[in-house]
């Protein structure tokens, strides 16, 4: 018996499959030219969408996450902080800072100049005092 009407079996899974996908390739589509006389149907009208406050309060608010901008930014033009590893986060008019500072005085410095941020209703440091950590040997 002869292979032949095997392999156009074999082909058929793989034409199929490509008309499919073809199917949706008509005039007009994927900048191919319309014929003479055919219309496009008019794009629907848009829905109009409800927007309603996130009752789950995820992410954090806009205020918060401007105030925790301000204060990086400050640190990061301060000459003797701009080095430091140091963390910020804001929510509600409160700054927590987290990180390493090589001495006390640049976590004090570095708490001082966030409390002077306007925004800023308190501090909680958790920056800490000691030889920052290394490359591994």
Do not use: Y
């Amino acid at each position: 018996m002869p292979q032949a009407p095997r392999a156009g079996l074999a082909l058929l899974p793989a034409l199929s499959l490509l008309a499919f996908s073809l199917a949706g390739c008509g005039p007009g589509r994927h900048g191919g030219a319309a014929p003479a006389g055919a219309r496009r149907a008019a794009a629907p009208a848009a829905k109009e969408v409800e927007v309603r406050e996130d009752p789950v309060k995820t992410g954090i608010e806009a205020g918060d996450a401007g105030l925790a901008a301000r204060v990086r930014s400050r640190l990061a033009g301060d000459p003797r902080l701009r080095r430091l590893p140091i963390e910020v986060d804001a929510e509600a008019g409160r700054v927590t800072l987290w990180g390493r500072a090589g001495n006390a005085e640049e976590r004090a410095a570095a708490e001082q100049l966030v409390r002077q941020t306007p925004g800023v209703t308190s501090i909680v440091d958790l920056i800490k005092v000691g030889a920052r950590p290394g490359p591994a040997p």
